[in-house]
């Protein structure tokens, strides 16, 4: 007489696990209050206006960086609560019509409209592109 084993895994029995979603409510408190935090320095910062730039100049800052992928600093013609804002610092990824497409360090993708833009200046390119360095095997 043979016994048959059989064994059930959770999910052969309909278990679906939620893997990291069971986390996102301990993490999500801690990930609202950095972001808070994040938001009320940047906003303590002041933001100086810098020099209006020609159309044209920008023009070519913004074409060394879509055919170079240099990194840019765009400072944006538009003050929000009496403030300039922040710089949008990233590469051009294409342009359509009256818009650029800037890719930002996360790799987020924002539309920018020419006629917003106030100044632009290149971005050390060492500071910008994370350096990745190659472990060296040990010798044993």
């Known amino acids: 007489m043979t016994q048959e084993i059989i064994r059930l895994s959770p999910d052969a029995l309909g278990y679906k ?15 609202a209050e950095a972001l808070k935090k994040q938001t009320q320095a940047n906003q303590q910062k002041e933001v100086l206006p810098k020099k ?3 159309l044209e100049d920008m023009g070519a800052f913004l074409h060394r960086s879509y055919t170079h ?4 600093a765009i400072q944006l013609d538009v003050i929000k609560d009496g403030r300039y804002m922040p710089d949008i610092e990233g590469f051009v990824i294409g342009y359509k019509e009256k818009n650029i497409f800037i890719k930002l360090k996360d790799h987020t993708i924002k539309a920018l409209q020419v006629e917003e833009l106030r100044h632009i200046e290149w971005i050390d ?5 994370e350096k990745y360095e190659r472990q060296k095997p040990e010798m044993g």
């Open 125 to 129: 390119a060492a500071q910008w592109f």
């Open 17 to 31: 696990d939620r893997g990291k979603m069971k986390w996102m409510g301990m993490m999500l408190s801690d990930h």
């Open 69 to 72: 992928k240099k990194p840019v």
């Open 52 to 54: 209006k730039m020609p």
